[in-house]
């Protein structure tokens, strides 16, 4: 560590308060040897809505680390489904942070994102997205719903803490041509059981958890859970690494992927969450301490990937890490 590294290191300026912050784990280093057999294929995918922040460097030092201990290739995908939220000048701020700290991914070359459309770019994809959709339609998977979020939360006794299932309102119900309507997929009963890297195995029911699952909304997006369905089958992806705040979108995702005719099933790996002590999850929106910034502050990208490596719960304690040693987290 340089000198002048280590002094902002100690005095801990306003713009480094994200290193003050928690995992989900108070005694965060747990040492895996993580079960992958194979040379994985997995990705970063970043959603525009806003500057990446120490929890997404979690994520990418298990998505670079664990591709590259096991000879495996790091696809970079922007989620940009959510059209109202997304901004270019977040794309491109991701881009650059990401070179900085020397993440490069293997798929597409990042001057090719930069320069047009991409089969990477979710809001590039809006074709493959409407042929999916229309080949569960003409299965009879598929449904338009008129319904608000609203509507759904006034319709059920909402549990504290729970996700209310959307109730089926929509299923026998045709919409007058002039509403505006979102598509859902049926999900019928049953359990979806995988196992994850770092939790075992995992019993989830779609049906109860989520109810059929909104594919496309009243505004004509793309849902979330729909087109990283999609993106990780077309990308053959088959590592599937994000925090654990995502772990119940993961029995309904296998179940979509079933559905749109996916025959393997993708490992996955749920990982510890940078959390504020007050125990909400870092945010974008509430402008948490961004990379950028805490670039400009004079942090190293050594010391960032050692901060998130131990945040994860990869190293005993924060050191500076350079990229090339990430994958000797997971020996
Ligand atoms: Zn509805």
Partial sequence: MSPSAAVIWQRRPRALRGFDQQTTHPSPHRPIAPTIHHAPVTRFAPAPTGFLHLGHLVNAVYVWGLARRHHGRVLLRIEDHDRGRSRDHFESAILDDLEWLGLEPDEPRMEALRHGPSPFRQSDRG??????????????????????????????AAVPGTETPYPGTCRERRP?????????????SGEETFTDVLLGTQRQTPASQCGDVLVRDRLGHWTYQFAVTVDDWDQRVDLVIRGEDLLSSTGRQIRLAGLIGRPDLT?????????????????????????????????????????????????????????????????
């Fill in 127 to 156: 074709a493959r997205y409407t042929e999916v959709v229309t080949g569960l339609s003409d299965r009879g998977l598929v449904y338009p719903c008129r319904c608000s979020r609203r509507d759904i939360a006034d319709g059920v």
């Fill in 176 to 188: 007058g041509p002039d509403e505006q309507v979102g598509l859902r997929v049926i999900m019928e």
């Fill in 267 to 331: 490992t996955f790996l749920h990982h510890p969450l940078v959390l504020k002590p007050s125990g909400e999850k870092l945010s974008k929106a509430n402008q948490d301490t961004g990379l950028a910034e805490l670039r400009q502050a004079g942090v190293s990208p050594e010391m960032l990937l050692g901060e998130a490596a131990f945040r994860g719960g990869l190293l005993k304690e924060s050191r500076p890490l350079n990229v090339v040693e990430l994958p000797d987290l997971f020996d």
